[in-house]
């Protein structure tokens, strides 16, 4: 049986759209962001902040 806390905060993954394919893994609370998280992080392949959308 799932226990509350994973109902609660599912595990996504935050995808650049910079196109590089690197990705964060990270958990979100979806009582308050039930839409697609997007998330202004590092991409260390092309050096620089971008936009992170979260997949499924």
Do not use: C, I, Q, W
Not at 2 to 11: C, N
Not at 14 to 27: D, E, P
Not at 41 to 49: A, E, G, L, Q, S
């Amino acid at each position: 049986m799932a226990t509350k806390h994973a109902d609660l905060r599912p595990v996504v993954k935050l995808r650049s759209t910079a196109g590089t394919g690197f990705t964060y893994v990270t958990t979100k609370n979806r009582r308050n962001d039930p839409d697609r998280l997007v998330l202004r992080k590092f991409d260390p392949v092309v050096r620089r902040h971008v936009d992170f959308r979260e997949e499924r």
